[in-house]
Structure formats: C-alpha cells, structure tokens
Nanobody, 124 residues
Framework: QVQLVESGGGLVQAGGSLRLSCAASGRTLSSYALGWFRQAPGKEREFVAAISWSGGRTYYGDSVKGRFTISRDNAKNMVYLQMNSLKPEDTAVYYC?????????????????WGQGTQVTVSS
C-alpha cells in the first residue's frame, strides 16, 4: 500500500505563487512516475503535470505550461509542484498520484494511487 499526502494549498491572489508538496509512505517511489491532477467544482479531473521515475522527463498540460514546474526528491520520497503566475482558473483541488510504472502518462487511468487532495484558491 502507498499513502500519498498533499500539502501546501491555500488562498493566493492572481499572479502569486504556491508550492505543493506530496509525501509518500508505505513504499519507495523512486521506480515510479508521479503526477499532479486537479479538479474544479463541476468539472472533470484534469491532468496538470507528470514526471518520470528519474526526474529526467516531465510533461505538462497545455493550460499550465511555462507557469508550473514539477520536481521530485527520491531520497525524501517527495514530489512537488511549483505554481507561478497563478490565475483564478487554476482554482481547484490538486491531487498527486503514483503510476505503476516509471514512464510518464497524462491519463487518469494510468495512475494507481492517489492522495486526498489539497485546495488551491486563486482570487482575482
């Protein structure tokens, strides 16, 4: 079993920054790709970013390219999402997720463990 716990969400003004963290326990994540997704009220869960097992490859959703950066620290079993130039449309619950393999994917069904989510609210 893997437990993923997100933190770092909150309320921020448009143009501001937040850094989300996701701590894993129960298993080392160094062999697996990790991802961030988000879900706004009334909308489907959306892919945000993913990172390969080594951190050598990353992939971003079109809406966050150039503003968000995903990173990982395998020694600490952590994954991060640095969010800059935040917009009101970034408001959502953000989830981290673990894939069952090392290669990155942007589809929800490619991930087998999920955190409980952290709320990010961007005010205009």
């Amino acid at each position: 079993q893997v437990q993923l716990v997100e933190s770092g969400g909150g309320l921020v003004q448009a143009g501001g920054s937040l850094r989300l963290s996701c701590a894993a326990s129960g298993r080392t994540l160094s062999s697996y790709a990790l991802g961030w997704f988000r879900q706004a009220p009334g909308k489907e869960r959306e892919f945000v970013a993913a990172i390969s097992w080594s951190g050598g490859r990353t992939y971003y959703g079109d809406s966050v390219k150039g503003r968000f950066t995903i990173s990982r620290d395998n020694a600490k079993n952590m994954v991060y999402l640095q969010m800059n130039s935040l917009k009101p449309e970034d408001t959502a619950v953000y989830y981290c997720a673990k894939a069952p393999r090392g290669s990155i994917s942007y589809t929800i069904h490619s991930y087998d463990y999920w955190g409980q989510g952290t709320q990010v609210t961007v005010s205009s």
